[in-house]
Nanobody
Framework: QVQLVESGGGLVQPGGSLRLSCAAS????????MGWYRQAPGGKQRELVA????????NYADSVKGRFTISRDNTKNTVYLQMNSLKPEDTAVYYC?????????WGQGTQVTVSS
C-alpha cells in the first residue's frame, strides 16, 4: 500500500510559477514510476501531465513541454512538478500517481488556479 499526499497548489497569475510536491509513504518509493495528471473543471477527463520512471526517464504532454519539469528525490520519497509560465488553461486539480506493474495509487489532488 502506498499513500500519496500532494501539496503546493494555489492561485497564481498568468506567467507565474508553482511547484507541486507529492510525498509518498508505505512502500519502496524508488521502484515506482511516478506521474502527475490533471483534471480541468467542466467535467473534462483526467489527462497526463508528466511522468518519471524509476530510472529517471521523463515524459511530458505536448501542452506543457518546455514549461513544466518533473523530478523525484528518492531519499525524500517525493516527486515534484515545477510549473513555469503558467496559463489559464493550466487551471485544474492536479493528481499524483504511483505505478508499479498492477499496483496503481492516486493522491487526493491539489487545486491549481491560474487567473489574474
Amino acid at each position: 500500500q502506498v499513500q500519496l499526499v500532494e501539496s503546493g497548489g494555489g492561485l497564481v497569475q498568468p506567467g507565474g510559477s508553482l511547484r507541486l510536491s507529492c510525498a509518498a509513504s508505505g512502500s519502496i518509493f524508488s521502484i515506482y514510476a511516478m506521474g502527475w495528471y490533471r483534471q480541468a473543471p467542466g467535467g473534462k477527463q483526467r489527462e497526463l501531465v508528466a511522468t518519471i520512471t524509476s530510472a529517471g526517464m521523463t515524459n511530458y504532454a505536448d501542452s506543457v513541454k518546455g514549461r513544466f519539469t518533473i523530478s523525484r528525490d528518492n531519499t525524500k520519497n517525493t516527486v515534484y512538478l515545477q510549473m513555469n509560465s503558467l496559463k489559464p488553461e493550466d487551471t485544474a486539480v492536479y493528481y499524483c500517481n504511483g505505478n508499479y506493474y498492477h499496483l496503481n495509487y492516486w493522491g487526493q489532488g491539489t487545486q491549481v488556479t491560474v487567473s489574474s
